[in-house]
């Protein structure tokens, strides 16, 4: 059974910086798949923040509400999702979660596009 392991997160000033990761265990097989973030702000329903296709160049893709402060990233070798936050905002306090589409590199932005799923991970942000 394929498990997505998130790491990093915590709690942070505004203005302040956190990262994630995610990889999956054992690591994912294929060579096409996606890989996602997500975001359950209390209150609101789980959202899409970002995600990267496991092909090609440029295509990643950063939600409107937080480009220009967040970062998605692949390490394609480790098969691991990063995501650098910038300047945080008390309003991206959420559980984050790391999402997997296998065998496909067209990814989408819903929930139900994704077949895997971490646990969720903390991000808490201080105003």
């Known amino acids: 059974q394929v498990r997505l392991e998130e790491s990093g997160g915590g709690s942070v000033q505004a203005g302040g910086s956190l990262g994630l990761s995610c990889a999956a265990s054992?690591?994912?097989?294929?060579?096409?798949?996606?890989l996602g973030w997500f975001r359950e702000r209390p209150g609101k329903e789980r959202e899409v923040v970002a995600y990267?296709?496991?092909?090609?160049?440029?295509?990643?893709w950063v939600s409107d509400s937080v480009r220009g402060r967040f970062a998605i990233s692949l390490d394609k070798a480790k098969k691991t999702i990063y995501l650098k936050m910038n300047n945080l905002k008390s309003e991206d306090t959420a559980m984050y979660y790391c999402?997997?589409?296998?065998?496909?590199?067209?990814?989408?932005?819903?929930?139900?596009?994704?077949?895997?799923w971490g646990q969720g991970i903390q991000v808490t942000v201080s105003s």
């Open positions: 999402a997997a589409d296998l065998d496909t590199v067209v990814c989408g932005r819903r929930t139900h596009d994704y077949s895997l």
């Open positions: 990267s296709p496991s092909v090609g160049e440029g295509r990643s």
């Open positions: 054992p690591p994912i097989n294929d060579d096409n798949y996606c």
